[in-house]
Each structure stands twice: as structure tokens, then as C-alpha cells.
């Protein structure tokens, strides 16, 4: 039994890295995003039944590939017979894209590019919503169940389904190639674009649910998908400001968990286990960013969103020590981010930052002012900050229950530990 388990949290873990290549392989030359999935999910629930009896195969990302791979030639081999009946009755009907499986087997075993980053732009197609564009990239990229889009994107479970169906279907439709657009369709897709990495990243970063408190994996994916977007568009400056927000970032990561993959918080971790290969190259992008929106003229374009995001990132890793840290920069900075980006959790995040800066007083008010916010009522960071700040003005009672709220709210096992913990504390 234990066998078992282990081969299925094998599949699990597998599955986690390696389903965004594999639908982007899939995608490639299907040329259907939805088909693909499907054939990658076949392929997962193959691995499912049979891992457990057979054991783990030597290469368990290349074994999910080729089950995949051989199931889509056979639904090409299907369609292409079907085609050819529907021909000698004199019907026209449109066939599938690769109609041959040697052509299909071909085909997948050829590199021609990054399929991921086709994926992306593809799943950002102007004809979904923004909404759909994120679900949907986070569901084919980020292998992640539609129970934790919804959690990312703080929307119900049945929503997150519905986006995907609906977006998969619409591509469909559509007829929506599988193909990286052009210069001008790249720059239109490009905000969604980076929201959609930007998610992955915090699914890696934070994890939404499980055990794990990090995923590093999606981490390094979403980390890879932003450089590669930096090398499409090096001029953008808020895209060298992404990157340098991933790279700082992910830079933490190493002190993020303990020995026994507790998580450690910012204000606790131990700065000389950060990584400082990320922090250099983080603040080296931020440093382009900053250059490529100063340049001179009125077109000169300001820094976005994410750019201030790593600002903010910047002066947490310019402090030698926690104590150190420049939280009226960073309150200032939330400011600025809030008038660029109106959203109750930056507003929840300048609360923190005004706690330290002004006093807990301060920014348990901050709080207050958000805690009715519909969108915030399962965010789980909303009464663990309110707790915290109740804490430190004395008031022990309301700051246990706080906690007790804020991991009876989290979806992940290690966070809802340390909430637990930490109200388990103030009542002794």
C-alpha cells in the first residue's frame, strides 16, 4: 500500500512539472489546446492506474509523453478513417490537422521552438476574456486543478470550471491557430501574458493548497517563461521590471522553508541563505527597467505595475537585516502601486508595510477600511494580518481568534499550521 502511495504522489509530482511541455508539445500539432489537454489527461490517468501496480518507469515525464503522443495518433488515425468515409459520400468535412499518425509521430518528435511560450500567447487570445486567457494558461501551463484557479484567482470553484470549458471551446470555434502572433498581436496579448506567469508564480511561491508551502518547480518555470519574454520584447520596460520582481523573489526561496519544510516568514528567514545569483540578476533588471523608463521624450513610458512591485521587492533585499528594512519606502511605494493597480490585497499589503512604518494603530486601520471587501472574505492573508497587528497592540483575545479564522480559511497544510500555531501561542 505504502508502494502505492508513493507512485501516486510520483504521478502527482510529475504531473505538476511536466504538464505544461506536455500540452504545449500536444498543442503544437493538434493545433487544439482543448484536445491536447484531454490527451494529456488520458495519459495521466494511464499513469495513474498503472504506476501503482507496475511501478514508476525510469523516465516518468518521457513515459507520460510517448502515452500521450501514442493516444493522439490514434484519435489522428481515427479521424482520418472517419475523413475518408465522409469523402466517398461526397461530403466535405474539415479533418484534423495532422490526418497521418506517421506525420503526427513526426511531428511531436520535432523540435521547432518553445512550445510553452506558443501555449501562452495562444491560451491569451484576444477572442477569450481575461478571466478565461488566465484560467485557462494556468490550467494548461501550471497543471494546477481548477479548485486552486479559483482560490488564485479568488473566484468559486464552479466559475474557474467554466471559464476553462468555455475558453477551450471557443479556440475551437474559433479556429484559433497554434502559432506565436505577430509583433503588433504580441504587444496586445502581452499584459495577459504577464498576469498569467505572474499567477504561476505565486501558485509556486505560496502555495494555494496541498502540503507543500512552496512549489519551487513553478517557480522556475514561471521565472523561465518571463526571461524568455524579456528576450521578445527587450525595450519594455515593464517587462525587464517583471522579471526583476521574479528574480528577487524566487531569491528567497531557499530560507522560505525549515529543515522540516515548515515555512519560515519573511521577517524570520535567516537573509544569508538567500539565493544571491537571483538577487543580482534581479536587481539588474530592475536597473534596466528603470533606465528604459527614464529615457528621455514624452513618449517615454512610466514604470508599470510590476516594475513597482519590484521596488518594493528591491528594498527588502538591500536590507542587511529585517530591522533594516525601509518600510516608509515601502508604504510610499503601495501607494503609488495602489493608484496603478486598484486591488484590496495591494491595499492589505500597504497595511503591513504601514504597520511598521507608523505603528500597528495605523494599519489595523488600513485593514479595517478592507475588511468588508467581497473578494477578501476566503482570503486567508486578511484576518492573519489583522491578527498579527492586534497582537502587537495587546489585544491577545481578538488576535487568537484572528488566526483561528485565518487557518480555518487556508487551503494549504503548511500555512494552516503555522496560523494554528500561532493563535495556540496567544492562548497560552
Given at each position: 500500500?505504502?508502494?502505492?502511495?508513493?507512485?501516486?504522489?510520483?504521478?502527482?509530482?510529475?504531473?505538476?512539472?511536466?504538464?505544461?511541455?506536455?500540452?504545449?508539445?500536444?498543442?503544437?500539432?493538434?493545433?487544439?489546446?482543448?484536445?491536447?489537454?484531454?490527451?494529456?489527461?488520458?495519459?495521466?490517468?494511464?499513469?495513474?492506474?498503472?504506476?501503482?501496480?507496475?511501478?514508476?518507469?525510469?523516465?516518468?515525464?518521457?513515459?507520460?509523453?510517448?502515452?500521450?503522443?501514442?493516444?493522439?495518433?490514434?484519435?489522428?488515425?481515427?479521424?482520418?478513417?472517419?475523413?475518408?468515409?465522409?469523402?466517398?459520400?461526397?461530403?466535405?468535412?474539415?479533418?484534423?490537422?495532422?490526418?497521418?499518425?506517421?506525420?503526427?509521430?513526426?511531428?511531436?518528435?520535432?523540435?521547432?521552438?518553445?512550445?510553452?511560450?506558443?501555449?501562452?500567447?495562444?491560451?491569451?487570445?484576444?477572442?477569450?476574456?481575461?478571466?478565461s486567457r488566465v484560467a485557462l494558461t494556468l490550467?494548461?501551463?501550471?497543471?494546477?486543478?481548477?479548485?486552486?484557479?479559483?482560490?488564485?484567482?479568488?473566484?468559486?470553484?464552479?466559475?474557474?470550471?467554466?471559464?476553462?470549458?468555455?475558453?477551450?471551446?471557443?479556440?475551437?470555434?474559433?479556429?484559433?491557430?497554434?502559432?506565436?502572433?505577430?509583433?503588433?498581436?504580441?504587444?496586445?496579448?502581452?499584459?495577459?501574458?504577464?498576469?498569467?506567469?505572474?499567477?504561476?508564480?505565486?501558485?509556486?511561491?505560496?502555495?494555494?493548497?496541498?502540503?507543500?508551502?512552496?512549489?519551487?518547480?513553478?517557480?522556475?518555470?514561471?521565472?523561465?517563461?518571463?526571461?524568455?519574454?524579456?528576450?521578445?520584447?527587450?525595450?519594455?520596460?515593464?517587462?525587464?521590471?517583471?522579471?526583476?520582481?521574479?528574480?528577487?523573489?524566487?531569491?528567497?526561496?531557499?530560507?522560505?522553508?525549515?529543515?522540516?519544510?515548515?515555512?519560515?516568514?519573511?521577517?524570520?528567514?535567516?537573509?544569508?541563505?538567500?539565493?544571491?545569483?537571483?538577487?543580482?540578476?534581479?536587481?539588474?533588471?530592475?536597473?534596466?527597467?528603470?533606465?528604459?523608463?527614464?529615457?528621455?521624450?514624452?513618449?517615454?513610458?512610466?514604470?508599470?505595475?510590476?516594475?513597482?512591485?519590484?521596488?518594493?521587492?528591491?528594498?527588502?533585499?538591500?536590507?542587511?537585516?529585517?530591522?533594516?528594512?525601509?518600510?516608509?519606502?515601502?508604504?510610499?511605494?503601495?501607494?503609488?502601486?495602489?493608484?496603478?493597480?486598484?486591488?484590496?490585497?495591494?491595499?492589505?499589503?500597504?497595511?503591513?508595510?504601514?504597520?511598521?512604518?507608523?505603528?500597528?494603530?495605523?494599519?489595523?486601520?488600513?485593514?479595517?477600511?478592507?475588511?468588508?471587501?467581497?473578494?477578501?472574505?476566503?482570503?486567508?492573508?486578511?484576518?492573519?494580518?489583522?491578527?498579527?497587528?492586534?497582537?502587537?497592540l495587546g489585544r491577545t483575545d481578538e488576535a487568537?481568534?484572528?488566526?483561528?479564522?485565518?487557518?480555518?480559511?487556508?487551503?494549504?497544510?503548511?500555512?494552516?499550521?503555522?496560523?494554528?500555531?500561532?493563535?495556540?501561542?496567544?492562548?497560552?
Amino acid at each position: 500500500m505504502g508502494d502505492e502511495a508513493a507512485a501516486r504522489d510520483t504521478v502527482e509530482a510529475v504531473w505538476r512539472t511536466e504538464s505544461g511541455r506536455l500540452v504545449a508539445g500536444l498543442a503544437r500539432v493538434t493545433r487544439d489546446v482543448g484536445l491536447a489537454e484531454e490527451l494529456a489527461q488520458d495519459a495521466l490517468v494511464v499513469a495513474l492506474e498503472q504506476w501503482p501496480r507496475t511501478g514508476v518507469p525510469p523516465n516518468p515525464a518521457g513515459w507520460l509523453m510517448t502515452t500521450a503522443k501514442n493516444r493522439a495518433i490514434d484519435v489522428a488515425r481515427r479521424r482520418g478513417t472517419y475523413q475518408r468515409k465522409l469523402e466517398e459520400i461526397g461530403r466535405d468535412q474539415e479533418t484534423f490537422a495532422y490526418g497521418a499518425g506517421d506525420d503526427l509521430e513526426d511531428a511531436l518528435d520535432d523540435d521547432i521552438g518553445d512550445d510553452l511560450l506558443r501555449l501562452i500567447f495562444t491560451a491569451c487570445h484576444p477572442v477569450l476574456s481575461v478571466e478565461s486567457r488566465v484560467a485557462l494558461t494556468l490550467r494548461c501551463l501550471g497543471g494546477l486543478s481548477t479548485r486552486e484557479i479559483a482560490r488564485a484567482l479568488l473566484v468559486p470553484e464552479a466559475s474557474a470550471g467554466q471559464r476553462i470549458s468555455r475558453a477551450k471551446k471557443t479556440l475551437a470555434d474559433k479556429g484559433v491557430g497554434f502559432a506565436m502572433p505577430d509583433v503588433a498581436e504580441r504587444a496586445a496579448r502581452l499584459g495577459s501574458v504577464l498576469e498569467v506567469v505572474y499567477l504561476i508564480f505565486n501558485e509556486g511561491y505560496a502555495a494555494q493548497a496541498g502540503d507543500d508551502w512552496v512549489r519551487p518547480a513553478l517557480c522556475q518555470e514561471a521565472l523561465r517563461l518571463a526571461r524568455l519574454l524579456a528576450s521578445l520584447v527587450p525595450d519594455d520596460p515593464e517587462v525587464h521590471g517583471f522579471v526583476a520582481l521574479l528574480e528577487l523573489q524566487a531569491s528567497r526561496l531557499p530560507a522560505r522553508t525549515a529543515s522540516d519544510g515548515s515555512p519560515v516568514l519573511l521577517l524570520d528567514q535567516d537573509r544569508g541563505r538567500w539565493d544571491g545569483t537571483l538577487l543580482r540578476r534581479g536587481l539588474e533588471a530592475l536597473a534596466r527597467a528603470e533606465e528604459l523608463a527614464s529615457a528621455p521624450g514624452p513618449d517615454a513610458p512610466a514604470l508599470g505595475v510590476y516594475a513597482i512591485q519590484a521596488e518594493i521587492a528591491a528594498c527588502h533585499a538591500r536590507a542587511a537585516t529585517a530591522e533594516d528594512t525601509d518600510w516608509r519606502r515601502i508604504a510610499a511605494l503601495y501607494v503609488l502601486l495602489r493608484h496603478a493597480w486598484p486591488s484590496p490585497v495591494v491595499e492589505l499589503n500597504r497595511a503591513v508595510a504601514v504597520g511598521f512604518a507608523e505603528g500597528p494603530e495605523r494599519g489595523l486601520a488600513v485593514v479595517e477600511a478592507i475588511a468588508g471587501t467581497p473578494s477578501l472574505a476566503s482570503y486567508p492573508q486578511l484576518p492573519a494580518v489583522r491578527a498579527d497587528l492586534l497582537a502587537r497592540l495587546g489585544r491577545t483575545d481578538e488576535a487568537r481568534e484572528a488566526y483561528e479564522q485565518a487557518a480555518a480559511l487556508s487551503g494549504n497544510g503548511r500555512e494552516r499550521g503555522v496560523y494554528a500555531a500561532k493563535a495556540a501561542a496567544l492562548a497560552d
